[in-house]
């Protein structure tokens, strides 16, 4: 390691732990277990095979009010809502993941394809009417008012959608991404599947780019504040094209990418990466071109994707929205921190490959980073989530001794319907929500939001949502970053210095 290069790093390197208290992690087992919270997830009629047993089926009638089949896929987070935004993104950084390091991800490669394919069997029925994308089943205000099993909800499952009258370039866009990316994962070993999902990605994408407009404008009463698109949709185009030009690679959408790129705002909110926000995920994904030498058409992606990294660098950046607490967390104001930090380490991880195999580096300013030591900042947060931290507490739920007991998620903390096979109704889950004893069921591979302070402070408590609460889409980028460790835990096994 050239350490005269970049100083800086010495800075992140330094481990805030004595060696006495170093930890040996077993990626692979936190593979399995961020594969397996999915299952803790699903809605609709549950399989034979389902490995979470203190789950049963729910939702069997969704979409059923406006004669369309709406069941299966995956409530977003602690509550009983499927909120089509997020599991679009979380389908597609799934997909990603999966594209990217699945080779490293062994035995669990397949467990890891069901998850996605899970999600992709339910947009598939949201996009089945042309020029229509359902996308959110339940009243978020009155689900959030209760607390009760998913299995037991009696709250109304209404269902809303965007269409030519209705535009929602956003969410539409984010589920062709979220096709077109799962057609990849499935193009070997199911061409059929593949294809289907391709050729639906084609259709939605037409039409988020045909009727134009954010679904937050369309839906405003429905969808925010939970999940609104206050961006923009600019991104999701470019986002939806990106992955289309990937899955399809025609020259449509290369052509529709380079148009676009400037009128769409490409190198715009470079930091940001989420379900709300794909800048910087558009520039990284498309930075590959330009770094496997197939297109330099590309080069000003890449040049965003380089600013957007030197402004996670320990020491090296100065921007204000990235900070780094005491103990090493990668920290942004808001709340449920993790997702900011599963996802921004994804990116870390993949265009670290991506330059390796280009035998690049970032050059930032006067100091330059190589690849690995990209792989030692995104390392660094996947060993603090998992339990290197100044409270030795892992933050996903079943993963070591030490992990949140009180998380934010109803079926978790309500006795399952094993335990209490009697219904318990919307305010009778209230006492389950107060109690301060540990969940009864526990949801194994949940990362919760974390600290939300720069402090590394943690309480364990339910009611305080943005710490305890687990999502979907902080999973979701987990599922690369896992897979590519479980493979190569030693920095001596990257070779790329």
């Known amino acids: 390691m050239a350490f005269w290069l970049f100083p800086l790093f010495l800075l992140l390197l330094a481990s805030p732990f004595p060696p006495s208290l170093a930890v040996i992690h ?30 049963r089926d729910s939702a069997l009638h969704d979409g059923s009010t406006e004669g369309v089949d709406l069941t299966g896929g995956y409530y ?30 062994g035995p669990h490669l397949e467990e890891a394809k069901r998850a996605v394919r899970w999600a992709t069997d339910y947009l598939l029925k949201a996009t089945a009417k042309p020029d229509v994308v359902y996308v959110q089943v339940g009243d978020a205000f009155r689900d959030h008012a209760c607390w009760e ?25 984010e589920t062709a991404a979220a096709l077109a990316a799962a057609s990849i994962v499935f193009r070997s070993s199911d061409p059929g599947y593949s294809q289907l999902l391709l050729d639906r990605a084609v259709r939605v994408f037409e039409f988020a780019d045909r009727h134009r407009g954010p679904y937050s404008s369309s839906l405003p009463n429905v969808v925010c504040p939970f ?40 190198s715009e909110n470079a930091n940001e990466f989420g379900w709300e926000n794909k800048h910087a995920g558009i520039n990284v994904l498309i930075s590959k071109e330009v770094l496997m030498g197939k297109d330099e058409y590309f080069e000003s992606f890449r040049a965003n994707a380089d600013n ?45 490959n991506y330059l390796s195999h280009a035998n690049g580096h970032v050059q930032c300013g006067t100091s330059a980073a190589s690849p690995a030591q990209l792989k030692r900042v995104a390392k660094r947060q996947v060993d603090y989530i998992l339990g290197d931290n100044p409270l030795g507490m892992s933050y996903m739920v079943g993963y070591g001794s030490h992990y949140p007991r009180r998380i934010h998620h109803r079926g978790s903390s309500i006795p399952s319907m094993a335990a209490h096979p009697a219904h318990i109704s919307c305010k009778q889950g209230t006492s389950y929500y107060m109690n301060p004893n540990a969940n009864p069921n526990v949801l194994i591979g949940a990362v919760v939001g974390g600290p939300t302070n720069i402090s590394d402070a943690f309480p364990d408590a339910r009611p305080i949502f943005q710490q305890s609460e687990p999502t979907t889409y902080i999973n979701a980028p987990l599922f690369g970053l896992l897979g590519y460790f479980s493979a190569h835990p030693n920095p001596s096994d990257w070779n790329d210095d």
Request: aromatic share 12%; hydrophobic share 35%; charged share 20%.
């Open 227 to 266: 999940y609104c698109d206050v961006s923009g949709y600019q991104d999701e185009l470019l986002w939806g094209a990106a992955w289309l030009h990937k899955a399809s690679r025609r020259r449509e959408y290369r052509e529709y990418i380079k148009k676009n790129e400037v009128v769409l705002g490409a």
């Open 308 to 352: 957007f990294i030197c402004t996670l660098l320990p020491g090296i950046s100065n921007h204000a929205q990235i900070q780094y607490s005491p103990g090493g967390l990668l920290f942004k104001v808001g709340g449920s921190n993790m997702q900011h930090v599963t996802s921004l380490s994804f990116l870390l991880l993949t265009y670290s």
């Open 26 to 55: 077993d990626y692979g087992d936190a593979l399995h277990k961020s594969i397996l919270f999915f299952e803790g997830q699903r809605s609709g009629k549950l399989p034979p095979d389902q490995r979470l047993s203190w789950r």
């Open 149 to 173: 099993r998913p299995e037991d909800m009696d709250t109304p499952r209404t269902v809303y959608k965007v269409d030519p009258s209705h535009p929602g370039s956003d969410v539409a866009a």
């Open 76 to 105: 977003d987070a602690g509550d009983n809502i499927k909120f089509g935004f997020p599991m679009a993104f979380t389908t597609t950084l799934m997909s990603w993941s999966i594209i990217d390091f699945g080779k490293s991800m």
